[in-house]
């Protein structure tokens, strides 16, 4: 599991999630993507995983539940939650009496208070973060650019799939499901835009035909912060990360990256 401790507190911190739901017909599964509305600060008109910076009442909720995840990580997972349900209308990390109308209308709740603990005090339900699963934990430092996000990556699985998802309009311009490889392929047509983590996670994603495969090698691969680095490759720049953290592409020359 990540520490809170292993990188410098100048990141703002964020929390992003993978949402896996079976495919079709036997396939690989598929992954919950959003395009960012591009008068976004950060990673305007992108493809990313929902998700987004973890606001002080999600500390404040994480300190309260007790448990065994400290406070700090525990804020970073009510975020996911939080914020799953605000950008798509989905419920994870939750238990209770959940169906489509319960949860459109906590969505609406929730947009109204920007509160999470006041919806699972409204409809009666309780955190399940154990839903959620570590997956990885990117701070690319810049002193450049002034907002940094140090970003942690879970993985939740919705099994079949059933469910409705719309989209928050005033962060988010469309969510699809994809898989990986599918991602991937779209993005070197052209068809979506991904930054620099999120192709490499793409990657990493591709490498497992199901959420259980996934899980498993987060589960094997303790969580590291990430920073990529600057390294020069037969006179050539790139921007690299470590090679012993699950990833199996861990460079790309820097003159093809993008950035948020």
């Known amino acids: 599991m990540s520490n809170a401790n292993d990188s410098p507190p100048d990141g703002i911190p964020a929390a992003t999630v993978v949402i896996f739901r079976n495919g079709s017909d036997g396939g690989p599964p598929e992954l919950l993507m959003t395009i960012r509305s591009r008068t976004m600060t950060f990673a305007g008109g992108m493809a990313v995983f929902p998700g987004g910076r973890v606001d002080p009442a999600d500390f404040e909720l994480g300190a309260a539940i007790g448990g065994p995840l400290d406070p700090d990580e525990a804020g970073h997972q009510v975020a996911v939650v939080r914020e799953t349900l605000e950008e798509t209308g989905l419920v994870i990390g939750l238990a209770g009496e959940i169906d489509a109308d319960r949860a459109r209308a906590a969505r609406d709740y929730l ?12 409809f009666n339900w309780e955190l399940d973060l154990a839903q959620l699963t570590p997956f990885a934990r990117w701070f690319p430092k810049n002193e450049r650019i002034p907002r940094v996000y140090d970003t942690r990556f879970y993985l939740a699985n919705l099994g079949t799939g059933a469910v409705e998802i719309e989209a928050d309009l005033s962060e988010n311009t469309h969510l699809f499901w994809t898989t990986a490889q599918g ?9 979506i835009k991904v930054i620099f983590p999120t192709r490499r996670n793409l990657e990493r994603l591709a490498l497992f035909a199901s959420f259980d495969e996934a899980r498993a090698q987060a589960e094997a691969i303790p969580v590291r ?35 948020g």
């Open 225 to 259: 912060t990430i920073t990529p680095f600057m390294a020069e490759v037969a006179g050539k720049s790139w921007l690299n990360i470590g090679e012993d953290l699950g990833y199996p592409v861990t460079g790309e020359p820097l003159d093809s990256v993008m950035r």
């Open 183 to 191: 991602a991937l392929d779209a993005a070197e047509r052209g068809d």
């Open 111 to 122: 947009v109204q208070t920007g509160d999470l603990a006041s919806v699972l005090s409204r």
